[in-house]
């Protein structure tokens, strides 16, 4: 079965420091993952997707697939970064999602 | 202004009682999904839409309907078979299978049920 782990619940770092909130996965397959991010009274939404290989705000995910894992990283972490973060699985068949069970990240000054 | 619309923001329920959740989406997306939200459990999925007259269980359907008539809306109901109802409920949408956005969701606000 498919099944995303975030072995952390909450993150706590100070402003500048570097963040790496830590995801690994169970697939079968080839997997596609996701990182979506929940700030403060905002909707749910998509941060980053390995396949784009793209920065978003600052933050970089590698898939390994040699560690099954899909971290994602700032070097810098800012205090607008605070937000509760979610890795996702695409799961086999049809487009669902399979989420992790959310990283709370606390950036303070 | 484009996106999902779910209402209503609060609710409050008297055990026995079934409630219907809206979820409205003007993206012109192909499928829809509710997914429930409690604290340390992450998003777990509850039904799921890909057209319109066709939806399938997701993980933790029992004790919840949905229905799918028209391609905007795909509301749900918690029934009173629903051993623990109070939650943060979430609808979203995706574009339709044959697209590179496909896995890419859409969340709506969120409709936070009590029960009494």
């Known amino acids: 079965a498919q099944r995303v782990t975030q072995p952390e619940k909450l993150l706590s770092v100070f402003k500048g420091a570097p963040v790496e909130l830590k995801c690994n996965y169970s697939?079968?397959?080839?997997?596609?993952l996701f990182w979506y991010v929940q700030y403060s009274r905002q909707r749910l939404q998509l941060l980053l997707r390995?396949?784009s290989r793209e920065s978003i705000k600052g933050f970089t995910a590698d898939l390994n697939k040699g560690e099954t894992s899909f971290h994602l990283k700032k070097p810098f972490a800012q205090e607008e970064d605070s937000a509760m973060y979610y890795c996702?699985?695409?799961?086999?068949?049809?487009?669902?999602?399979?989420f992790g069970t959310g990283t709370r990240l606390l950036v303070s000054p | 202004d484009g996106g999902i619309t779910q209402s209503p923001k609060y609710l409050f329920r008297k055990e026995g009682q079934n409630v219907t959740l809206s979820c409205e989406q003007n993206?012109?997306?192909?499928?829809m999904y509710w997914y429930r939200q409690d604290p340390g459990q992450g998003l777990r999925l509850i039904y799921y839409?890909?057209?319109?007259?066709?939806?399938q269980k997701g993980d933790i359907a029992e004790g919840y309907s949905v229905s799918r008539e028209k391609k905007e809306s795909f509301p749900l109901t918690v029934t009173s078979a629903q051993k623990n109802p109070t939650a943060f409920y979430l609808c979203a949408s995706s574009i339709g299978r044959r697209s590179s956005g496909a896995n890419v969701l859409t969340f709506g606000a969120g409709s936070r049920l009590t029960v009494l």
């Open positions: 993206l012109n997306h192909d499928a």
């Open positions: 390995h396949i």
């Open positions: 839409s890909q057209i319109v007259n066709d939806f």
């Open positions: 697939y079968s397959g080839s997997p596609e």
């Open positions: 996702a699985l695409k799961n086999t068949g049809f487009q669902k999602l399979v």
